[in-house]
């Protein structure tokens, strides 16, 4: 309900704060949008349980459940004690200013908001739901959880060995979420189907913008792929058959790691509707955050533009209900890169690592690797 014209309010009773928090803010966002807004017109929230402990930012589910919704967009959040059971959330945001008359990519720019938007594609708090669950269930039968590849908080990544494997190839894939949300806690149950296959499957965490800059995020990737590397004898693994693949943000990094000097050898890369070309992105809000509006450190930070990995077997997929423009980022690239065109895979943004676990985008990766 709404409080005033410039205040949301949402209460959840559920017991778990990740879920309470969700609830709330989901609510919060679908205020926004029907007011006109989006994360980016939030100017403060205030934040109330008889338990504030449980909703502490610095807990990391509970931060992933904020990003999970408002991306890397942080307006100050007062959190109190009160005496209600659950929590309730008082959003106070800014009024909508009208846009500039212009174009980018032959898009008026609220179009071009929606076209890089794939939030738009399904319902986000249900998806998260159950990528959480799965994903949880499936770490759940693993040990190699948790290695350090860094010092910092998120260089961890999950190493899933196959069964029997004395020395298994390697396929690392890492995780969207427009560099600014999500985990590799919600992606571990995509890796069965090359499991099955004997790949070992590592899925690295990174630094989330806008606290940590793109250009560290690259970074850490790379780190993650040499500490593979050099401790390939002790894990059980081929260092010479190393293999990336990335989804959306993650494909950007997985792209961006392979044009990176220090990076160790890559056999295959299976690049999954990715962002190559950041410089549209900083006409958007989202852009904005990320520093993209600085045109030449977006260009700077872009694959495309920049030479085809030498030695790299190279694949692109999309899904099939993704937007045009969407599309037309994984295109150019694969056509810069003289790769095969884009796989047209099954369901929307989100819905194609589905095929990650059988049909034609893993018998694609199969095949780029082989």
């Excluded at 994360?39 to 338990?51: R, T």
Aim: charged residues 20%.
């Amino acid at each position: 309900m709404s409080a005033s014209d410039n205040e949301i309010v949402a209460r959840s009773l559920a017991a778990d704060p990740v879920e309470a928090l969700r609830d709330t803010l989901s609510e919060i966002l679908a205020g926004l949008v029907a007011a006109g807004c989006g994360p980016h017109h939030l100017i403060g929230m205030d934040w109330e349980s008889a338990d504030p402990a449980a909703f502490h930012l610095s807990r990391h589910t509970v931060e992933l459940a904020y990003r999970e919704v408002f991306a890397g967009f942080g307006p100050p959040i007062r959190l109190q004690l009160g005496t209600e059971p659950g929590l309730t959330v008082r959003a106070r945001h800014a009024m909508p200013q009208p846009l500039p008359d212009i174009e980018v990519e032959g898009y008026p720019l609220r179009e071009l908001g929606r076209q890089y938007s794939p939030r738009l594609q399904a319902d986000m708090t249900a998806l998260f739901r159950q990528w959480s669950k799965d994903g949880a269930a499936f770490r759940a039968g693993h040990g190699g959880l948790d290695l350090a590849y860094g010092p910092g908080r998120f260089e961890t990544l999950d190493l899933y060995r196959p069964v029997d494997a004395k020395r298994a190839p390697i396929f690392v894939f890492i995780h969207g979420g427009y560099w600014q949300a999500s985990d590799k806690l919600q992606h571990a149950q995509f890796s069965q189907g090359l499991l099955d296959a004997g790949f070992a499957v590592a899925q690295p965490n990174y630094g989330l913008a806008p606290d940590t800059p793109l250009e560290a995020s690259i970074a850490q990737t790379v780190a993650a792929l040499n500490f593979l590397v050099h401790e390939a004898d002790t894990l059980g693994l081929d260092p010479a058959q190393l293999h990336i693949s990335g989804h959306s943000a993650g494909g950007h990094l997985a792209a961006m790691a392979l044009c990176d000097p220090a990076t160790p050898p890559v056999a295959s890369a299976l690049l999954l509707s990715g962002l190559y070309d950041l410089k549209p992105l900083g006409h958007l809000p989202i852009g904005r955050l990320l520093g993209l509006d600085d045109t030449e450190r977006a260009a700077r930070l872009s694959p495309v533009g920049r030479p085809r990995p030498a030695g790299t077997r190279l694949a692109f997929a999309v899904g099939e209900g993704e937007s045009e423009a969407f599309k037309r980022q994984s295109a150019t690239l694969a056509t810069a890169w003289q790769a095969p065109e884009p796989l047209i895979c099954p369901g929307n943004h989100f819905s194609l690592l589905d095929g990650l676990n059988g049909g034609a985008l893993l018998d694609l990766a199969l095949r780029t690797a082989m």
